[in-house]
């Protein structure tokens, strides 16, 4: 058609040509819609992603806050007259280690700091240490300096400690020594020169660090206390839920896959990585709201874990509530399927729950842990205990109980190899591995020809 | 007795100079007695990490190397004369965009050269219309160039996909931007700045890049590859230890905690981080070895993500096989406790890791999926529907012990429940949260005493 339109033009010149004008308004107009579809699009997104955390507009106009302050310092003459281009150490300073947390800002900031200044010295020590030896080893030796130098830093990088702390300081360390070592001044110019560039990160940082705390703070810790708050929370919701749809009196079963609870632990299981970025940065920060200068912070590791733990419980325990759901079980065992039992599970939940309800509330208002919480968690494991005393006259059915949930999640894991085994298909499929059995069949053809 | 002996060296001159001396040498020899100590311990820890990964020793050579390499320029001439103090851009690029593994260093150097480029040409965009505005408003006018493209810039860090591919490069599209925006050149003089700065950075990428690539490379891709097998050996590992240590006829069940292949889920459990941005890497490589340009990276992480589903499922289960293992229960119930079940446990548990060991040689040889897998993971199937449809001739038991299954993962999450309750408590204590009852017992006695 489109061809068939230019062949047209070209046999009937002026209303070919209204009608090619005609065709290109027509595209331009659907690209213009396309790109207005889009831009629309994209600026529902960037409006989602502000609505759901507004701190990082925030955090967004402090970047701009702090490096259009560091600018001025090349637009105030006096001052630039006095650092020269090293005012840009300055800009560059603010761009780098400017971070979304006032604690990540200051372990980047000392680290930059620290590892300048002792890069300096012993850059400047290594320069006299070549001077004295002539003009002919000194760039010799200045190469071997950095080489060794650089890779031992670099190796330093892997030891777990460093890395957690001091990984940003080793950078800085290697890239200022690097550049003091092959910079070919004089020694005393170097240090004025060593000096100055100090002073501006120096400003720099200091920069950062005025923005992130005087200008809506955003606290690692705080970020910390909060995330440990919200997986309490979101564990006592899926057990909630577990108890209005599962176990209550007139529980239905219903169009369970669809519950947004039954998802709820995911987030959690996936939260180690933040949890321990947090976690880190926390460490650097002062004193700040209802947190003393050495919080336990660590704890928080050993309660996340704890809550990844209870999470991944919940993953098998959804998995079967699902299956129970979906299967149709013409009867139930008297013994075990009994009210009971559902009076036992609806107990066990729903303390469980409570319990962890009081705990966020305590962790929120940061008091103790209150009463009402271990009365909770003592109902629950009364309740875990009765259901097995009272269904084991002898242990035999506890036992039993025992071994079939080992079958049961042993058969879940069954289920689990397949769809591996599915995947791994499905992934030899796309990248296209080999097949051994149709390169043998077609090594047996060859034969087969040539005898 | 410090002093006593020091009293006692006041009153007695020489002897008590010699005693002191004595003293002073004992000091020093205790003192490199402990550094020597620790400098052994660190020597030992840094053996430990480069045994472990000789690799780790390559990259820090290599790093040396690319430095020293770059730092050649400054110190050929005409080389340093023509670019002048931009040689410092090169020195500067390979301290911060060398990483360990190729895909690292191509996505951070493609980053940086691009983020470099494009903030350069708005840059001096910026600039011209700063500058025909003429003397008073250039510096008002680029400080809110400087302030908006920066907050936008930052914000856009915020969008996932940004964030995972491009976050390098948006934080060098500020800073290029910032620095070039805020110089106080000429636009002539700027152009020639910033090319000679771009070619500099051209050059530092392209040492960062030749060396990753020729000297020991490290393939993000086949680091990915290696961890899936990894993950898929332990899950089998872990089903072949519950197999011999719990359902063989002669298990003893004995000593079970101490046993390794119990924890060994744990590291496919945390791998996500690893993966995630080993698979983000993988993505900027070109084709190496076995791997082809567009090879299904993202298959990795899908294919991962079960493997932890089934981590955790082992989770569950190896905490009842130590519970079981740890109770002593007089006798059995006959029907769940049989030989039957045993041996059904033990079929599963063998044919999942025969097929979970298919499957890892065929993913180490990249061949397809080969047809005993299939045959083992049909065979668990069938062991674990035997073991239903075997014990309930009614459906009536394969309920009970669904039922069973729930009840007693919850009595797990009621432990757990009390676990964290009992960690909240440690952090309470730690913190010093704060005591409402006593505050309020405070309060009391004081108004017990007011009245």
Same mark, same amino acid.
């Not at 030896?133 to 892997?158: H, M, N, Q, W, Y």
């Given at each position: 058609?489109?061809? *068939? *339109? ?6 009937? *010149? ?52 702090? =490096?259009?302050?560091?600018?001025? =310092? ?7 007259? !006095? ?30 700091? @620290?590892?300048?200044? $002792?890069?300096?010295?012993?850059? $400047? ?29 670099? +190796? !330093? ?7 957690? %702390? ?10 200022? +020594?690097?550049?003091?070592? $092959? ?12 000096? %100055? %560039? ?45 108890? &209005? ?68 419980? #919940?993953?098998?325990?959804? &998995? ?27 107990? #066990? !939940?729903?303390? &469980? ?24 968690? @003592? ?6 205990? *009765? ?13 039993? #109980? ?23 298909? $499905? ?25």
């Amino acid at each position: 058609m489109e061809i *068939g *339109g230019q062949t047209e033009s070209g046999a009937n *010149g002026g209303g070919g040509g209204g009608f090619r004008a005609a065709r290109c308004w027509e595209l331009l107009r659907w690209a213009a819609g396309v790109l207005r579809g889009k831009a629309v699009g994209l600026a529902g997104r960037l409006g989602r992603i502000a609505r759901d955390e507004p701190r990082r507009v925030a955090h967004s106009v402090k970047v701009g806050l702090a =490096l259009t302050l560091v600018s001025v =310092l090349y637009y105030v003459r006096p001052l630039f007259n !006095s650092w020269g281009a090293s005012t840009m150490w300055a800009v560059l300073t603010v761009v780098v280690v400017m971070e979304y947390t006032v604690g990540g800002t200051l372990c980047k900031g000392l680290n930059r700091a @620290s590892g300048t200044l $002792v890069a300096g010295f012993i850059a $400047v020590g290594a320069h006299k240490v070549a001077y004295m030896c002539g003009d002919k080893a000194e760039p010799v030796l200045l190469a071997i300096f950095v080489f060794l130098l650089s890779s031992a830093a670099t +190796f !330093s990088r892997f030891i777990p400690e460093v890395k957690a %702390r001091y990984d940003y300081g080793v950078t800085i360390f290697i890239l200022t +020594f690097s550049l003091v070592a $092959v910079s070919s001044y004089r020694v005393d110019e170097l240090i004025r020169l060593a000096h %100055r %560039r100090f002073s501006t990160i120096a400003v720099g940082v200091a920069t950062c660090l005025c923005t992130t705390i005087f200008v809506f703070p955003v606290w690692a810790g705080e970020g910390l206390h909060k995330l440990a708050i919200a997986n309490l929370n979101k564990l006592a919701e899926f057990l909630e839920g577990i108890e &209005s749809e599962c176990f209550r009196e007139n529980a239905t079963f219903e169009n369970l896959e669809a519950k947004p609870f039954l998802q709820v632990y995911q987030s959690v299981l996936n939260s180690k990585a933040t949890e321990d970025s947090l976690c880190n940065f926390a460490k650097w920060e002062p004193c700040h709201g209802k947190f003393k200068l050495r919080h336990p912070w660590s704890q928080y590791q050993k309660l996340g874990a704890l809550c990844r733990e209870c999470a991944s419980s #919940m993953e098998a325990l959804s &998995s079967y509530v699902v299956t129970l759901a979906r299967t149709e079980y013409p009867e139930a065992h008297p013994e075990l399927c009994s009210q009971q039992v559902r009076t036992a599970c609806r107990q #066990m !939940s729903l303390h &469980s729950a409570k319990a962890l309800r009081e705990l966020t509330a305590a962790m929120r208002t940061m008091t103790t842990v209150p009463s009402p919480a271990s009365v909770h968690v @003592s109902a629950a494991i009364k309740a875990a205990k *009765g259901l097995r005393d009272g269904l084991s006259e002898g242990a035999d059915l506890a036992r039993a #109980m025992h071994v079939a949930v080992i079958a049961s999640l042993l058969s879940e894991l069954v289920t689990k190899t397949k769809q591996i085994t599915e995947s791994v298909d $499905v992934l030899a499929r796309l990248a296209r591995f080999r097949n051994p059995e149709t390169t043998q069949t077609h090594k047996g053809v060859a034969i087969d020809v040539v005898s």
